[in-house]
């Protein structure tokens, strides 16, 4: 999955579970966690448990890639 498919994906489902925005910034769901409490991603609570913000993973992809 490249940025421009994210970007398009971002349109139908704005956050992603921390193990799917693992998968998709290629660490574990524990290093996803650790940027989530350090405020390094955004991520929003949806039924008592938080989503990483798409958006965030996808900026974090950006800055990794320059």
């Known amino acids: 999955?490249?940025?421009s498919d994210l970007k398009n994906l971002q349109a139908?489902?704005?956050s992603v579970t921390p193990g799917e925005a693992a998968a998709i910034l290629g660490v574990s769901?524990?290093?996803v966690t650790e940027l989530m409490n350090k405020?390094?991603?955004e991520f929003s609570g949806y039924l008592?448990?938080?989503h990483v913000?798409?958006?965030s993973v996808i900026q974090r992809l950006?800055?990794?890639c320059k």
């Open 62 to 64: 950006e800055k990794s």
């Open 29 to 31: 769901r524990q290093r």
């Open 48 to 50: 008592g448990s938080r």
């Open 39 to 41: 405020e390094k991603l």
């Open 53 to 55: 913000l798409l958006s």
């Open 12 to 14: 139908m489902k704005p």
């Open 1 to 3: 999955m490249n940025l």
